[in-house]
């Protein structure tokens, strides 16, 4: 079962809680002249999610289909997308266009540079381009500039099945899942590189107005100090070996 959340104007969070896992599935749905879906979800989750979406917009209206990096709950389902939505268009980093989806999806996938822009009506997207950031050379983040929403992916994920959004400590909630997976079977999920620190400040400097995140609460409040915060955790945990 779905659960939708306007996070940030026209920025609607499709939840799916998988209690196996322990863990959230969201996708976001950007409802403008030409509606963005951000993460797909995994095949097996599709039909859950296009209803969600169907609560919001035609879904064979769907223009474009953004993700971050070549995993399935970020684009296992785009296939299925492509069938139901034909006119719609993918779009993910240039690396992850030419080395992935040349493979995989079923219609080209567009490939974006640092700092592309990506109108969609009243609203326009830059994509940011961030390797290995968290985690896959292929990797990228998007930000919305009218309404400062920064499509977070993987960053500042949380376990459990918390509120939808919140403007409590969001970086404590994830200190607490980078410190359980550290020592676990998904230790080095998230890679500390030489240019962690710096692209994570290079978000900061966009000032987002609001965090959307993957796996966990999305986050209203001083982003920018929060992004700041998340980096010296990550380089507090990770960067010690």
Same mark, same amino acid.
């Given at each position: 079962?779905? #659960?939708?959340? =306007?996070?940030? @104007?026209?920025?609607?969070?499709?939840?799916? /809680?998988? +209690?196996?896992?322990?863990?959230?599935?969201?996708?976001?749905?950007?409802?403008?002249?030409?509606?963005?879906?951000?993460?797909?979800?995994?095949?097996?989750?599709?039909?859950?999610?296009?209803?969600?979406?169907?609560?919001?917009?035609?879904?064979?209206?769907?223009?474009?289909?953004?993700?971050?990096?070549?995993?399935?709950?970020?684009?296992?389902?785009?296939?299925?997308?492509?069938?139901?939505?034909?006119?719609?268009?993918?779009?993910?980093?240039?690396?992850?266009?030419?080395?992935?989806?040349?493979?995989?999806?079923?219609?080209?996938?567009?490939?974006? #540079?640092?700092? =592309?822009?990506? @109108?969609?009506?009243?609203?326009?997207?830059? /994509?940011? +381009?961030?390797?290995?950031?968290?985690?896959?050379?292929?990797?990228?983040?998007?930000f919305e500039e009218t309404n400062?929403?920064?499509?977070?992916?993987?960053?500042?994920?949380?376990?459990?099945?918390?509120?939808?959004?919140?403007?409590?400590?969001?970086?404590?909630?994830?200190?607490?899942?980078?410190?359980?997976?550290?020592?676990?079977?998904?230790?080095?999920?998230?890679?500390?590189?030489?240019?962690?620190?710096?692209?994570?400040?290079?978000?900061?400097?966009?000032?987002?107005?609001?965090?959307?995140?993957?796996?966990?609460?999305?986050?209203?409040?001083?982003?920018?100090?929060?992004?700041?915060?998340?980096?010296?955790?990550?380089?507090?945990?990770?960067?010690?070996?």
């Amino acid at each position: 079962m779905t #659960t939708i959340t =306007e996070i940030a @104007p026209d920025v609607f969070r499709v939840s799916t /809680f998988l +209690s196996d896992g322990n863990i959230q599935m969201n996708q976001f749905l950007v409802r403008d002249e030409e509606p963005l879906l951000w993460h797909t979800g995994q095949k097996y989750l599709f039909a859950e999610v296009r209803e969600g979406i169907s609560k919001l917009i035609d879904p064979t209206k769907l223009r474009w289909i953004g993700f971050s990096h070549f995993e399935p709950d970020e684009c296992g389902s785009l296939n299925n997308w492509f069938e139901i939505a034909p006119s719609s268009n993918a779009f993910c980093s240039l690396v992850g266009a030419n080395v992935n989806m040349r493979d995989f999806a079923s219609h080209p996938v567009r490939g974006m #540079t640092h700092n =592309e822009a990506l @109108p969609t009506g009243k609203y326009k997207f830059r /994509f940011q +381009s961030t390797p290995h950031l968290p985690h896959g050379w292929d990797a990228g983040l998007l930000f919305e500039e009218t309404n400062r929403t920064l499509f977070c992916s993987d960053l500042f994920h949380q376990f459990g099945n918390p509120a939808a959004l919140t403007g409590s400590d969001i970086v404590g909630e994830a200190k607490k899942h980078l410190l359980n997976i550290e020592s676990g079977p998904f230790a080095n999920y998230i890679p500390y590189t030489v240019n962690t620190e710096r692209q994570l400040n290079s978000l900061a400097d966009l000032e987002p107005a609001t965090l959307a995140i993957m796996h966990g609460s999305s986050f209203a409040g001083n982003c920018e100090e929060s992004l700041h915060q998340y980096s010296m955790t990550i380089k507090e945990i990770l960067g010690r070996k």
